[in-house]
Every structure is written in C-alpha cells, then in structure tokens.
C-alpha cells in the first residue's frame, strides 16, 4: 500500500497574530489496503495550537495524532489544523511544520510518508499616532511643548519604530524625552525600537519660538516602522498653533 502525503499552509507568509492553517492530506494510492495506519502532524514550536478536525484524532499542545484502523485503496484521509501565530515574531522568520504517515501494510515507496512546509512571517502594525501641543497661543520667546502618542493596534509588533517632528524654520528644539529608545535634538528625531501589540510611546519636545512671521505655526509629526502599516493615513498628525504679538506704546510725559 502506497501511502502519500501532501502538507498546505495558508496563508503564506502569515502575518504575526493572524491564524494559520495547515491541511494534511493522506491518499492510499493503493494497490491494497493499508492497516493500522498512524498519522502525526507536528506543528512549529512557536505557534499556538486553537483548533482541528476531525475528532476522531488527538491532540498535545503542538502535535495531532490520527489512528485509522485501514485506508482503503484510494481512500483520502485529511487533517486540518489551524493555529494562532504570536504577534511577537520577528519578521522572515521560517515556521516549519511536519506530518509523516506510517502503517503496517509494507508501502513499495517510503519516502512520501515524510513531508514538511515553511511559512515566512509578515509583520503588519497600523501605527495610530496623535500629536497635542501647548499652550494654543504663545508669543514670540516663548516655549511650546509638543507631545506625540504613538499606538500600535497590531496585529503584529512594529519593528524599526521612528517618529519625527517636522518644524518650519523659527523653531528650536531645547529639549525632548521619550518613554524609550534614544533621540536627537538637532533633528527632532526618536528611534524607539520595537512596539508591542497595544503598546503606547509617547515624545515630547520644548520647542521655543525663535522668530515667526505671525502666521498660525503649523507643525507635522510622523511615525514610520520596517512593517507593513495598513493605514498610514493616520501616521501624520498635524497641529497648530496661534502667535500673538506683544505691542509696545511709547509713554508720553506732558
């Protein structure tokens, strides 16, 4: 009895907190029947196994076992799996599942009872950031405080994190600190690394206003990561804010 095997993932890649399914299929090509036929699928060490059919098979934390007491010439038996893949992986990483298929039944060619699948996986984080500054209005000389808050929504890690603060000419950054990673003041720039699913980072900079021309002062921030963000629509904010202009009268004396 000729038992082969043949092992699907989908998708691939997989996006790190998405789901993955595999589909083992065993196919008796015959020419007898197979006996006491034993199945075993082994799924990567980093995922997390959530579901699979049929019930007639067992389970452990990361193996199915199926035990069929014949496969029929031609019979088709198939496993399907599906589990969760942590949100922490790092991207291109290689997942590696294997199935083998053994029965008592002498198979004339052993070496289809023995197969493997690699998934590559994606990192996809929708950056969601929100820029405040303060006070609304300033005078020339005085400090602006801008805040920018990062949030990851997933769902995936960000990677590579950079926000940046885009200021017109007029503007000097005195100081900035951010809840992580590392910043230049000469370039309102922070890297802060890696951002967890649900995490928030938060930058703040003092910013005094130089000089200025006596339009509203309108400053960009922006937030970029090595992941794929779905909706960078909301990775730009925009704030601004009003300059008055002290007005001196000269003091006549009579």
């Known amino acids: ?54 019930d007639i098979c067992t389970a452990t934390s990361s193996t199915i076992r199926c035990d069929r007491d014949r496969l029929t010439a031609e019979e088709i038996f198939t496993i399907v799996a599906t589990a969760t893949v942590p949100a922490d992986l790092n991207q291109g990483l290689l997942l590696i599942a294997r199935a083998e298929g053994a029965s008592l039944t002498p198979d004339p060619t052993p070496d289809n009872n023995t197969i493997t699948a690699s998934t590559e996986v994606a990192l996809e ?11 609304a209005e300033v005078f020339v000389g005085d400090v602006i405080t801008y805040t920018l808050t990062v949030t990851n929504a997933g769902p995936s890690k960000a990677s590579g994190v950079i926000v940046t603060l885009n200021l ?24 802060l690394g890696e951002l ?10 003092r910013v005094r206003v130089a000089h200025w021309p006596g339009t509203p002062i309108s400053v960009q921030g922006e937030v970029s990561t090595d992941a794929v963000d779905p909706n960078p629509a909301d990775n730009r904010p925009e704030i601004q804010t009003a300059v008055r ?10």
Request: net charge negative; hydrophobic share 45%.
């Open 168 to 191: 017109p000419p007029g503007l000097n950054v005195e100081d900035v600190l951010a809840s992580s990673g590392s910043c230049s003041i000469g370039t309102p720039r922070c890297e």
């Open 125 to 135: 984080a929708d950056l969601q950031a929100a820029l405040t500054g303060e006070p």
């Open 1 to 54: 009895a000729d038992l082969s095997l043949s092992l699907s993932d989908d998708p691939d890649p997989v996006i790190a907190g998405r789901a993955l399914v595999y589909r083992l299929t065993a196919i008796n090509q015959g020419p007898s029947d197979a006996r006491n036929v034993q199945l075993t699928l082994t799924l990567p060490a980093e995922v997390s196994l959530l579901s699979f059919v049929p």
């Open 245 to 254: 202009f002290r007005v001196f009268l000269p003091l006549i004396f009579r």
């Open 196 to 205: 967890a699913v649900g995490a928030i980072a938060t930058v703040r900079w």
